[in-house]
C-alpha cells in the first residue's frame, strides 16, 4: 500500500487561502484525490487527478476556488484552497487508487481508492 501522509491544515478566516500537502512513498499510485469529512457529515470528494488523460475533477461546491496538483519528483500531492467559506471545515484526506483501468464509479468516490492519510483539520472561522 501506499504511505500517505497530509500537512498544511490550519485555522483560517473567510475568503483566506491555504496550501495542503501530501507526501506519497512511492510512484506507483495511479490516480489521487482529495475528500473531507465536515462535522456531522459523510466523508465527500472533493478533488481528483487522473493519470490518464491528466484531468483533474472538482465537485462543484470547490470548483473555481481550489486546484489539486501533483509532483512526482517532490512526491507530493495539492491542495490549493481559496475563497475559504465556513462549509469548507472539516478533516482533509488524500487518498491513492493503485487499480489501473476505468473507474468503478467516479473519480471523487471514495470506493475507488485503497490507500488513505490520517488527515489534516482546517477550520475557517472568523
Known amino acids: 500500500q501506499v504511505q500517505l501522509m497530509e500537512s498544511g491544515g490550519g485555522s483560517v478566516q473567510p475568503g483566506g487561502s491555504l496550501r495542503l500537502s501530501c507526501s506519497f512513498s512511492?510512484?506507483?499510485?495511479?490516480?489521487m484525490a482529495w475528500f473531507r469529512q465536515s462535522p456531522g457529515n459523510e466523508r465527500e470528494g472533493i478533488a481528483a487527478?487522473?493519470?490518464?488523460?491528466?484531468?483533474?475533477w472538482y465537485a462543484d461546491s470547490v470548483r473555481g476556488r481550489f486546484h489539486i496538483s501533483r509532483s512526482d519528483a517532490t512526491k507530493t500531492l495539492y491542495l490549493q484552497m481559496n475563497k475559504l467559506i465556513s462549509k469548507d471545515t472539516g478533516l482533509y484526506f488524500c487518498?491513492?487508487?493503485?487499480?489501473?483501468?476505468?473507474?468503478?464509479?467516479?473519480?471523487?468516490?471514495?470506493?475507488?481508492?485503497?490507500?488513505w492519510g490520517q488527515g489534516t483539520q482546517v477550520t475557517v472561522s472568523s
Open positions: 487518498a491513492a487508487r493503485e487499480r489501473s483501468g476505468d473507474f468503478v464509479r467516479a473519480p471523487l468516490w471514495e470506493g475507488e481508492y485503497e490507500s
Open positions: 487527478v487522473v493519470r490518464r488523460g491528466g484531468g483533474a
Open positions: 512511492n510512484l506507483n499510485e495511479k490516480d
